[in-house]
C-alpha cells in the first residue's frame, strides 16, 4: 500500500472526507474492527479516530450532529461501513 495513496470520498448524506492509505495499514485499526460485532458496537468509537484521524473525525460527529446536540450511533456507524465499502471500490478500480 503506497504511503502517500488516498481514498477521497463523500457518504450519501455529503460527508466528505479523505483517508491517508496509512491510516489504513494500521494494527490498532484491524483490533477494533475484530473487537467490533452487533453486541459490541463500542469499538466504533476508535475506528472512526484510526480512519479519519482527530481533525475528520470531528468534523465528521459535526456532520452527523442533531439539533438537539447528539450525534447518532447509528447515522455514525451506517456511514463508517458506507466509507469501507467506498474505499473497498476505489482499490478494486485502481
Known sequence: MS???????TT??????????ENM??????EALAEYSDT????II?????????EQKDAF??????IDGR???ARANAEIE??????GDAGKNS
Open 61 to 66: 460527529y459535526e456532520h452527523l450532529r442533531k
Open 3 to 9: 504511503e502517500n495513496k488516498v481514498f477521497k470520498g
Open 71 to 73: 450525534v447518532s450511533f
Open 46 to 54: 476508535k475506528i472512526c479516530l484510526y480512519l479519519l484521524g482527530k
Open 12 to 21: 450519501s448524506s455529503g460527508f466528505s472526507y479523505t483517508i491517508k492509505a
Open 82 to 87: 458506507e466509507m469501507f465499502h467506498q474505499i
Open 25 to 30: 495499514d494500521n494494527m490498532e485499526l484491524f
Open 40 to 43: 459490541n458496537p463500542l469499538p
